[in-house]
């Protein structure tokens, strides 16, 4: 068991699994004793990572929608239940927003937040009909603050707190949380920013360093536990304190 959360004969569904911060939650959501299916649009790294995880590697593309409902499906069929729903799956296209391509806003806006919104809507039949179920977003400090170069991605994330919060509010009475972790880990997204503004962003960091992605895993696993049932719509910053 990890870290005295028991994730035990639950399944939990993480997108964006193939590496970075998606892939070490899924492992600690499987020492926890969670069944973990792995979802990714890259399919060789997803069925890697699951390999290494221990997890059920799941290729899916996170807006698309029939995909997306087939990996809920195919989680219900094959273990009975979801318990835990980790919306981990983003990516940046970054440009100073008069030169983001219609395609290119489209696509951020749609990953980040369009992914979050069709898995989440997904399981909420489920979730509905067990009375159970544990929601877990991804948000940015881009998402609360902004951030140059990265117009569409603030959109999204900050999109992903207004989801987070009137989600939060609808399902309450099923008993599902909804809540968002903002993030701040070394990861290929964070070696994808340009040298100079990456040490721009690491010298506003009081903690003086980038996050480990296992530094963010556990308050997922947190958030993902039985013992977090009484907090919903809440934004939790595990990011060295950037955002304060
Ligand atoms: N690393 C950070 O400091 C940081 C900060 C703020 C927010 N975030 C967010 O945390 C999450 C994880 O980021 P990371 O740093 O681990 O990034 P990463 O690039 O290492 O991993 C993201 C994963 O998402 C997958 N993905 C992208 N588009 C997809 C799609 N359409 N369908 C399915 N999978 C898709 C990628 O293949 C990749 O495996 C993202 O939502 C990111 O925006 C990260």
Request: aromatic residues 6%; negative net charge.
């Amino acid at each position: 068991m990890s870290a005295g959360f028991d994730l035990r004969e639950q399944t939990a569904i993480v997108t964006g699994g193939a590496r970075g911060i998606g892939k070490v939650t899924a492992a600690r959501f499987a020492e926890a004793g969670a069944t973990v299916f792995l979802v990714d649009a890259d399919a060789e790294a997803v069925e890697a990572a699951a390999r290494e995880v221990g997890a059920i590697a799941r290729v899916a593309d996170v807006t698309d929608t029939e995909q997306v409902e087939a990996v809920v499906a195919a989680a219900i069929e094959e273990t009975g239940r979801i318990d835990v729903l980790f919306n981990n799956a983003g990516l940046l296209r970054d440009k100073v927003l008069w030169k983001i391509s219609d395609e290119d806003w489209d696509l951020v806006v749609d990953v980040s937040l369009g992914g979050t919104f069709r898995f989440t809507r997904a399981c909420v039949p489920h979730f509905r009909a067990r009375g159970y179920g544990r929601v877990i977003n991804v948000t940015s400090y881009t998402g609360l603050h902004g951030n140059i170069g990265q117009a569409a991605y603030g959109a999204a994330k900050a999109g992903v707190i207004g989801f987070t919060n009137t989600a939060a509010k609808e399902l309450a009475r099923f008993g599902v949380t909804v809540n968002a972790i903002s993030p701040n880990a070394m990861t290929r997204m964070i070696e994808s920013i340009p040298p100079a503004h990456r040490e721009e962003l690491e010298a506003q960091i009081p903690i003086g360093r980038w996050g480990e992605p296992g530094e963010i895993a556990g308050t997922v696993l947190f958030l993902a536990s039985p013992e977090a049932a009484y907090i919903t719509g809440t934004v939790l910053r595990v990011d060295g304190g950037i955002a304060i």
